[in-house]
């Protein structure tokens, strides 16, 4: 579904991305894993749009999408969550995940201005997926709040509502458990694992071990801006290279 073909981006000369590329197999789970400053985020912004790679070709669907800006690659199918909370505040909680179907919203200003039958008509079906997305997260009763209101967990999960709304083809997902405690950790994981079973492909960048190795098909790790290792988890698990660049001689120990 998505391939990445040497892809790099430097920042004032220095590499951030060197020559990284991968697969992305169409209803599966794929996690990219590595330490801090690996280049995961900057690989998920030159995916979607937010940044344009230095070199390399990004594909999906077998379209070019390298050059295209962020709003004509969430058209196509990509949706995405921030490693840092990219919420509206002051917005409900129904606002912000109603965003999240701004692609397929419509874009007639004279319909919307007119208030016709038929867009009013579209308008309540939109809010009924919106409040299922949020049904499936369990904030359906905090819909009308604002979202600058809720404590940091619900604001997650939020945002796990808003990039699922839209049934994209591919979503990608930057660090969704971060900052959660074990329970919301559970939680969350219990809903990816929901998306995965109902053929959903994604492409998940996350710290915690377990929840990679329990509902991830492949995985591939990054360090300094490099590929060095794509597998299965037990095969990654393994992996000389990845146990000293991430996962710690401990773990090959234990």
């Given at each position: ?20 590329s991968f697969e992305v197999p169409q209803g599966l789970v ?85 208030r016709l039958p038929y867009l009013r008509h579209r308008e ?81 960048v996350e710290h915690d071990m377990d929840l990679v190795m ?41």
């Amino acid at each position: 579904m998505l391939r990445l073909d040497q892809v790099g981006k430097n920042f004032g000369g220095l590499p951030a991305l060197s020559n990284v590329s991968f697969e992305v197999p169409q209803g599966l789970v794929t996690a990219l894993i590595g330490p801090n400053g690996a280049g995961k985020s900057t690989l998920i912004n030159c995916t979607t749009g937010v940044l344009q790679p230095s070199s390399g070709a990004v594909r999906f669907l077998q379209q070019e999408i390298t050059a295209l800006p962020a709003h004509q690659i969430a058209r196509l199918g990509i949706a995405r969550t921030f490693q840092n909370l990219k919420l509206f505040p002051r917005l409900t909680v129904l606002d912000n995940v109603l965003t999240g179907l701004t692609c397929v919203g419509g874009r007639s200003m004279l319909m919307a201005m007119l208030r016709l039958p038929y867009l009013r008509h579209r308008e309540r079906q939109l809010k009924l997926r919106a409040m299922e997305a949020l049904d499936r997260f369990g904030l359906a009763d905090k819909a009308a709040w604002q979202a600058g209101s809720l404590a940091y967990g619900d604001k997650k999960r939020v945002e796990l509502a808003r990039a699922t709304v839209g049934r994209s083809e591919l979503l990608l997902l930057d660090e969704p458990v971060a900052g959660l405690n074990a329970e919301e950790t559970a939680e969350v994981g219990d809903q990816l694992k929901l998306l995965r079973s109902t053929g959903h492909t994604m492409l998940l960048v996350e710290h915690d071990m377990d929840l990679v190795m329990e509902i991830a098909d492949q995985v591939v790790v990054l360090d300094s801006g490099k590929c060095i290792a794509t597998g299965t988890p037990d095969e990654v698990r393994k992996n000389p290279l990845v146990l000293e660049a991430y996962l710690g001689r401990m773990e090959a120990m234990a």
